[in-house]
T-cell receptor, first 114, second 114 residues
């Protein structure tokens, strides 16, 4: 149980385009999901908290207009990187929180912006 | 600011050696504590967690951790490591205030030599 999937697993795009990443909790409902960014050889950095049915809460320094988050249902949250630039290239990881405050992580999406 | 410290960035052990990875946090209130593992090429997986009760917590694959409140520590241990334990280990804390955010340590890379 407690499986979280992400799609796509990797994506290459041209600078200026937008990329959508999906995060799904497969066998449990998650009122809250989280989006992280992981730089090489570093820990995870929380970008935003996604709440079902309400606006996402962004961490300081994260541009909400650039990283659009939509938590459409109790099992799906999406992160859209708008007008992507090479500096947005990174590994994006989502997690879904169960009722017991435990977060389960997706496999991540590697984004490369050319 | 709330933080989680993992003092050992890289650890190299031989098979059958005992393992202890340190984790300290800076938060005076109630916390939930976690250890996650990331095997090469895989996503973060929950090893064990502590919310309350017995401060000695047993997790999967023979790992255990001890919560010492007076020392603000949650060290991870395994009596005898295997080559398959080679991975990166992350300590994480949720301060039980209004944020409920998971704060990660910087991670410890463990290499177990056969």
């Amino acid at each position: 149980g407690a499986v979280v999937s992400q799609h796509p697993s990797w994506v290459i795009c041209k600078s200026g385009t937008s990329v959508k990443i999906e995060c799904r909790s497969l066998d449990f409902q998650a009122t809250t999901m989280f989006w992280y960014r992981q730089f090489p050889k570093q820990s995870l950095m929380l970008m935003a908290t996604s709440n079902e049915g309400s606006k996402a809460t962004y961490e300081q320094g994260v541009e909400k207009d650039k990283f659009l988050i939509n938590h459409a249902s109790l099992t799906l949250s999406t992160l859209t990187v708008t007008s992507a630039h090479p500096e947005d290239s990174s590994f994006y990881i989502c997690s879904a929180r169960d009722r017991g405050e435990t977060q389960y992580f997706g496999p991540g999406t590697r984004l490369l912006v050319l | 600011a709330q933080s989680v410290s993992q003092h050992n960035h890289h650890v190299i052990l031989s098979e059958a050696a005992s393992l202890e990875l340190g984790c300290n946090y800076s938060y005076g209130g109630t916390v939930n504590l976690f250890w996650y593992v990331q095997y090469p090429g895989q996503h973060l997986q929950l090893l064990l967690k502590y919310f309350s009760g017995d401060p000695l917590v047993k997790g999967i694959k023979g790992f255990e951790a001890e919560f010492i409140k007076s020392k603000f520590s949650f060290n991870l241990r395994k009596p005898s490591v295997q080559w398959s334990d080679t991975a990166e280990y992350f300590c994480a804390v949720i301060p039980m205030d209004s944020s409920y955010k998971l704060i990660f340590g910087s991670g410890t890379r463990l290499l177990v030599r056969p």
